[in-house]
């Protein structure tokens, strides 16, 4: 995963964290899900993000370059 992919998401992490806690102190149940969606869709990118590395990896083992 490239620096920039991890910056992206965690910025898009912490975002939905600060919606979803604003939301809560505020009782805006539509902020607080949009943050909770924002935080879901930032683990789904990291997850694959992390699979993608994986299988470079292992690619490049199999290829012999560890």
Do not use: H, P, Y
């Amino acid at each position: 995963m490239g620096l920039d992919d991890k910056i992206r998401n965690s910025a898009q992490d912490v975002k939905g964290t600060a919606k979803e806690n604003i939301g809560r102190a505020t009782d805006d149940e539509e902020l607080e899900a949009k943050g909770v969606a924002d935080q879901t869709k930032a683990k789904f990118k990291k997850a694959g993000e992390n699979v993608k590395d994986a299988v470079d990896d292992l690619a490049d083992k199999v290829r012999g370059r560890t």
